[in-house]
């Protein structure tokens, strides 16, 4: 970084971390031999991460406004990128715990100073509103009139604060889960009205007089499955306007999608939504086969719609750590089942083999059956060792061998060394897990930014006149300024710059100091050392 008032030292410094971030992503990704410097690499970004926060803090401590600003200034030389959008591309989690930047999540979440209604801004709207549909006959009708489109603004101002669009999403989304599971549970056909019906349809051609049965059994969509169905259909139209979001000049509809999905929770939303559509199709094709998979389309995709509750629950500061948690130990069972099917698989085939006694025709359940058995014994449930108890035979000692080491493997080795993972997640991210959660509050809290007002099926009417990318200085996480503050912030920071530098060279010349000083300690001691070996050879050559 070049020396001067005219660059940006903040931004510049967590570009820095950026850059040496991913080249050291980059190195993982191509070779994994290169430890050495992938870890080299990671340190200049602490580095410069720490610079950036030391920065951050004095001009925190000198003017809290002034850091403020510094964070959410649009910085041309970076692609007009605010400090704190490179903060979150960077992946520099201690700068986002930083205290400056939670209080611009905080003013963000909360809407405190978005929207106040300003008295100038105010009247000359009620102005333009009251020639529009003509001055008022009294002061009265007047004053009524003012104080209603002051009272609508005020709601609907309301509505647009990140923290009421959270809890009124919440509320509807409860509300949608309740009448979805009462749709699963009571709404849909039984599997058993459906086979019936499959039957009938079966035997109308042969039976007229089941006609008429068949075609009043036919199950057509009631008033609450056109109520979800609507509700599904808003929820994708909200995602697609999320979406369109990415979506400028230089991305085309592939890279804006795929900019998309990046986020975990918009790829969760997406599935539920494909799911949900991949049952009613399923359903429409009215067959046995069908309208099974419909079922268990639809019973999945319930699943899918309920995890999708912990999203939403993320912004809780008591809860949200421990699901972060929950999310790093995920990682680590899929590496654990990753290593626990080959063996699952290999004893399941051994023993398959060994302990079936009548041919059975290959097909998708003889692997149920294979790894049925197989995967049970970890928790227990042990149904070979009947099969192999009684049978001497070589098949039946080859058998009780298999049992023996797949339990001693499966039982001691692997679920201990599924606790062990978990264990060294949790040391590894306890002490992290404030820093992480105020890190992904960054995302939670853009997500209830760009939101539609009203939640699903309500989001319908709001449709076309709410812009989703919010330009507000004072919402978004972005502000254009002056130039006259800009130069200011510059030369704040310049001065930051230059006093870590001075503060750096101080504590680097005391530690000299200090090293020379311990050395010269030992000098002495050394002397003192010599001297008295001196003193005792001295004696003993006296007395001899």
């Not at 309920?306 to 809860?319: A, C, E, K, Q, Y």
């Not at 002056?482 to 310049?494: G, H, K, M, V, Y």
Request: contains cysteine; glycine residues 2%; proline residues 2%.
């Amino acid at each position: 970084m070049q020396h001067g008032p005219q660059r940006d030292r903040l931004c510049g410094a967590l570009v820095a971390a950026l850059i040496y971030r991913r080249t050291a992503d980059l190195y993982v990704k191509q070779s994994s031999t290169e430890l050495v410097t992938v870890q080299k690499l990671r340190n200049h970004a602490d580095e410069y991460e720490n610079l950036a926060i030391r920065l951050l803090q004095c001009l925190y401590l000198s003017n809290p406004n002034m850091a403020r600003f510094a964070l959410k200034r649009e910085n041309s030389e970076f692609n007009k990128f605010s400090t704190l959008e490179i903060a979150i591309m960077s992946h520099s989690e201690n700068f986002v715990g930083h205290t400056s930047v939670q209080e611009i999540f905080d003013t963000i979440w909360s809407g405190k100073t978005t929207h106040k209604i300003d008295d100038k801004n105010f009247d000359r709207l009620y102005k333009n509103t009251s020639s529009s549909f003509g001055q008022a006959t009294n002061d009265i009708q007047a004053k009524d009139k003012e104080n209603q489109l002051k009272y609508f603004l005020t709601i609907k101002n309301k509505l647009t604060r990140p923290r009421v669009k959270y809890q009124v999403h919440l509320l509807f989304y409860l509300i949608f889960l309740s009448l979805l599971s009462y749709f699963v549970l009571f709404g849909k056909s039984s599997l058993f009205d459906v086979n019936e019906r499959i039957t009938l349809n079966d035997t109308c051609s042969q039976d007229d007089s089941l006609c008429s049965i068949t075609t009043s059994s036919k199950s057509s969509w009631s008033f609450l499955q056109i109520l979800i169905n609507t509700w599904v259909f808003m929820f994708a139209l909200e995602e697609f306007r999320q979406a369109n979001l990415f979506k400028t000049k230089d991305n085309s509809v592939g890279q804006a999608f795929m900019l998309y999905l990046d986020e975990s929770w918009n790829k969760l939303d997406s599935l539920c939504i494909i799911m949900y559509v991949a049952s009613i199709a399923l359903e429409i094709w009215n067959t046995k086969a069908t309208l099974n998979a419909a079922r268990a389309f639809l019973a999945i995709d319930c699943v899918l719609w309920f995890i999708r509750l912990l999203i939403l629950l993320m912004i809780d500061r008591t809860v949200g750590p421990i699901l972060l948690m929950m999310q790093a130990m995920l990682n680590d069972m899929m590496t654990f089942f990753s290593i626990f099917f080959v063996f699952t698989s290999a004893y399941g085939v051994a023993s398959f083999s060994l302990l079936q006694n009548r041919e059975m025709p290959f097909g998708v359940e003889v692997f149920r059956k294979i790894f049925h058995g197989a995967y049970w014994h970890v928790f227990g449930q042990i149904n070979d060792l009947d099969d192999v108890k009684d049978n001497f035979e070589l098949t039946g000692w080859a058998a009780f061998v298999l049992l023996v080491f797949y339990m001693a493997i499966s039982n001691i080795v692997l679920v201990n060394l599924l606790v062990a993972m978990f264990s060294n997640t949790f040391d590894r991210m306890y002490a992290r897990m404030d820093t992480l959660w105020k890190f992904h509050r960054y995302h939670i809290i853009k997500e209830y930014t760009i939101l539609a007002p009203l939640p699903p099926p309500l989001n319908l009417f709001s449709t076309g006149i709410y812009e989703l990318k919010p330009f507000n200085r004072e919402t978004s996480f972005v502000a254009e300024l002056p130039p006259e503050q800009i130069l200011n912030l510059r030369r704040r920071e310049a001065l930051a710059y230059e006093s870590d530098v001075f503060e750096h060279a101080t504590n680097e010349k005391q530690s000299d100091v200090n090293r020379q000083e311990k050395i010269d300690l030992q000098l002495r001691q050394l002397r003192k050392m010599v001297s008295l070996i001196k003193v005792t050879c001295e004696a003993s050559t006296t007395d001899d």
